[in-house]
């Protein structure tokens, strides 16, 4: 496992060390400077990215948060004080675990583990989401293709459906993609 440690004080980057030092077969990266850090992480490419930034300015934090939204990796971010406003801020932005004034070496292993699946959970949500809208899609563009032939033919829903259904088939070709023709066609034909 590769794990980044953006911290610009050292002594505390080692209290996150120290936490990680149990962990089997891991490398472990310490970024101290704040300037091109999506590029060097980039370089790094990290399987989990921990934060740590102290007592944060709000400029910090949104710079920071801008980070995490750029990386799509599982972030732990620590901050010593926070308010509710820098919690919603950070969940906004994709950070899994925000971790207020809970830097110490016994807590960091369960705060990654955390963090991974808190973004591997996100992360099947999001895939989940972006079939289901994938399917939306496609019904819609089939449902739109059926009143096509349905005005067009002067057919019934069903006899549209089955139309659609034997020329995917012939063609070897799925239902939505021949709805996605017809509806074509139909544009380019000047229908709306």
């Known amino acids: 496992m590769r794990i980044a440690i953006v911290d610009v004080s050292a002594s505390r980057a080692a209290v996150i060390r120290e936490g990680l030092a149990a962990i089997d077969d891991c ?4 970024v101290t400077e704040r300037r091109g850090l999506v590029a060097r992480i980039g370089e ?47 969940i906004d932005a994709g950070v899994s675990s925000y971790v207020v004034d809970g830097l110490a070496p016994h807590r960091i292993r369960p705060i990654l583990d955390l963090a991974v ?22 019904r819609e563009t089939i449902d739109r293709a059926k009143r096509i032939l349905m005005d067009s033919r002067g057919i019934t829903e069903p006899q549209a459906y089955a139309e659609l259904r034997k020329t995917a088939m012939d063609q070897g070709r799925r239902i939505a993609e021949i709805a996605d023709a017809v509806v074509t066609a139909h544009k380019l034909m000047g229908g709306a």
Do not use: H, T
């Open 27 to 30: 490398e472990i990266f310490v």
């Open 44 to 90: 790094i490419a990290p399987d989990i990215v921990l934060i740590d930034l102290g007592n944060p300015s709000r400029d910090v934090l949104e710079e920071y948060f801008a980070v995490s939204r750029a990386l799509a990796r599982p972030i732990a971010m620590f901050v010593d004080e926070s308010d509710d406003e820098a919690i919603a801020a950070s």
């Open 117 to 138: 699946r808190r973004f591997n959970a996100f992360a099947r949500l999001q895939a989940d989401l972006a079939e289901a809208r994938g399917k939306l899609a496609e």
